[in-house]
């Protein structure tokens, strides 16, 4: 079978004019990764095999390595599995997606100290001291062919990668259509002209459009699928998904200095079942991780319902993230016992697996009291659990499917404010079901709701929750 | 944030993914949390977007029941 599938990729690779000669140069590129340990043995898999027909190939990744899936992201060095996956396969270069800020500049220097490829982004400034290894750009010889490739790293709406601002402190950045024509000398000096972006599809067809000296674009961000690559105003451009469901082979036909003729073709992890034997014990290793096993805080007594465990939820998130309030959706809970112990990293992302991040919002009285009730519909009549308020629901009868009247207190049993400002906080989940209509909409950060909730059980080490809940029912 | 589903704008909160703009679109259009998965989200060139798809500000999503 490993034979029928290395017949594949030959066929691929055999199927243009000019086979492994000088004027061919091939590029492998993936984007948007996040953290796909278990794709990497089969990617390796695909590289081994392409590289035993064409040794030249360049392996790049447009971004987004990481960010997705908590044995990598929780790791320490952060994302080093990925990391040690991407240096096994022999990757040449990587964009700097906005995820790779995730974990800070600190984070961001460890990682790249780490890598055995360069991290490629023109429109950033890392001052030396932030230990951070980048640099704008990098020309490979391939068979005697100069390929320059290109970096840029993704900038959103305030003028920094979508990521917390303090992930980002110290380091500076400018717009791509400001510093790609900086870089024009370079693609007169080279043969292949490549653009390895972390922006998306749609901000890569304007480029595409105001520099069509440039021969391909690798793209990234926006998960864009498209089947094999698409020329815009010239400019061919590939990009593939999310989380490594297919990787790009681009083959450009050189001659004379110039790319006569440039294609680009998916491949699909999922049909390719010859895995790396290298890369699965090291994904073995990495998924042995002791983060899962590690204890992060004691439970006084049995938590024995749901009502508990999002009450202490909802602490945690309202502590963690300075709020008024907090909001979970009761379908999200997803433990309803526990007993008296020790609770460990797993036993978070068990009780809460969805991988949301927080939106934080500030919103009034009424407004929170609209959006619990649109939660309370959206999530198939449960009323959903807070902390910092409780509720008393009356519905309009024992089924529980409409709502008569719905009373809200502070902490200290005092009715709520309705026209007062509070500073709540949900989950992605909840601030998009509960449609109801308010002014502040809020910001969804990057942290996940469960990454939160460890953070807090570091803090506070021993939690008591048995019988605690947020809200009454009568009808 | 504001994006337009087919050419109707939906107001979101900042950061919202794909699969967070799917959610609101079926809410809004009770059509029930349970067709979510039926639910394809397309850039404006026609191009498939996963859930974790990142948004921005104005851009134009066309959602179809598959």
């Not at chain 1, 079978?1 to 993936?30: C, D, H, Q, Y």
């Not at chain 1, 081994?48 to 990744?61: F, G, Q």
């Not at chain 1, 049909?271 to 004691?298: C, D, H, Q, W």
């Not at chain 2, 939906?10 to 059509?31: H, P, S, T």
Request: glycine residues 6%; contains cysteine; aromatic residues 8%.
């Amino acid at each position: 079978m490993k034979k029928f599938f290395v017949s594949i990729i030959t066929l691929i690779v055999l199927s243009f004019p000019g086979i492994v000669t000088a004027e061919t140069v091939r590029i492998l590129s993936t984007n948007d990764m996040h953290s796909a340990l278990e794709k990497m043995p089969q990617l390796a898999a695909i590289v081994d095999s392409i590289r035993a027909i064409d040794p030249t190939v360049l392996v790049l990744s447009a971004g987004d390595n990481r960010t997705g899936n908590p044995y990598n992201d929780r790791y320490e060095p952060v994302s080093y599995p990925m990391i040690q996956l991407m240096n096994l396969i022999g990757f040449d270069a990587s964009a700097l997606g906005n995820h790779e800020y995730d974990s800070k500049v600190e984070g961001l220097a460890k990682m790249t100290a780490l890598s055995n490829f360069q991290y490629l982004a023109a429109n950033i400034e890392c001052p030396p001291e932030t230990g951070i290894k980048v640099v704008p750009y990098q020309v490979f010889d391939v068979k005697g062919i100069k390929v320059g490739i290109l970096g840029i790293t993704q900038i959103g709406t305030l003028g920094i990668p979508d990521t917390h601002p303090d992930n980002v402190k110290g380091l500076s950045f400018q717009q791509p259509s400001d510093v790609i024509p900086k870089y024009k000398w370079l693609t007169d000096q080279c043969d292949v002209n490549v653009l390895l972006t972390h922006i998306g599809f749609e901000n890569d067809v304007e480029l595409a459009s105001q520099f069509p000296y440039y021969d391909l674009i690798v793209s990234s961000h926006s998960h864009t699928q498209l089947e094999g690559g698409e020329i815009h105003n010239g400019v061919l451009i590939t990009q593939n998904g999310y989380q490594l469901p297919r990787v790009t082979l681009t083959t450009l036909e050189v001659e004379n200095g110039n790319v006569t003729s440039k294609k680009a073709e998916n491949i699909y992890l999922d049909k390719f079942i010859t895995r790396s034997e290298a890369a699965t014990a090291l994904l073995n290793y990495f998924e042995s991780s002791p983060e899962m096993e590690r204890v992060v805080g004691n439970v006084k007594s049995d938590i024995t319902s749901y009502d508990a465990f999002g009450v202490m939820m909802c602490d945690a998130w309202v502590s963690e993230c300075d709020c008024d309030i907090a909001i979970e959706n009761y379908g999200g809970v997803r433990y309803d016992f526990f007993p008296a112990g020790p609770i460990k990293v797993k036993d978070i992302y068990n009780l809460d697996p969805f991988m949301n991040n927080a939106v934080v919002m500030n919103i009034t009285g009424e407004e929170l009291k609209d959006m619990l009730i649109a939660c309370y519909k959206a999530d198939r009549n449960r009323f959903p659990i807070t902390s910092g308020c409780t509720a008393a629901v009356t519905y309009k009868d024992k089924s529980k499917s409409e709502i008569k009247s719905l009373n809200l207190f502070d902490t200290n049993g005092k009715k709520l404010d309705m026209k007062k400002k509070y500073r709540v906080m949900t989950n992605n989940y909840v601030a998009s079901i509960a449609a109801s209509p308010r002014e502040d909409e809020g910001v969804r950060g990057t942290i996940t709701t469960s990454d939160l909730i460890i953070q807090w059980l570091e803090k506070v080490k021993t939690v008591d929750y048995q019988g605690r809940t947020s809200f009454t029912e009568k009808w | 944030m504001t994006v337009i589903v087919n050419n109707y704008p939906i107001r979101i909160f900042q950061g919202a993914k794909v699969g967070d703009l799917v959610l609101r679109y079926a809410v809004r259009n009770k059509l029930g949390i349970k067709t979510i998965n039926n639910l394809i989200a397309m850039d404006r060139w026609g191009h498939t977007l996963d859930n974790e798809a990142p948004l921005t500000d104005k851009q134009i999503v066309k959602i179809i029941n598959s």
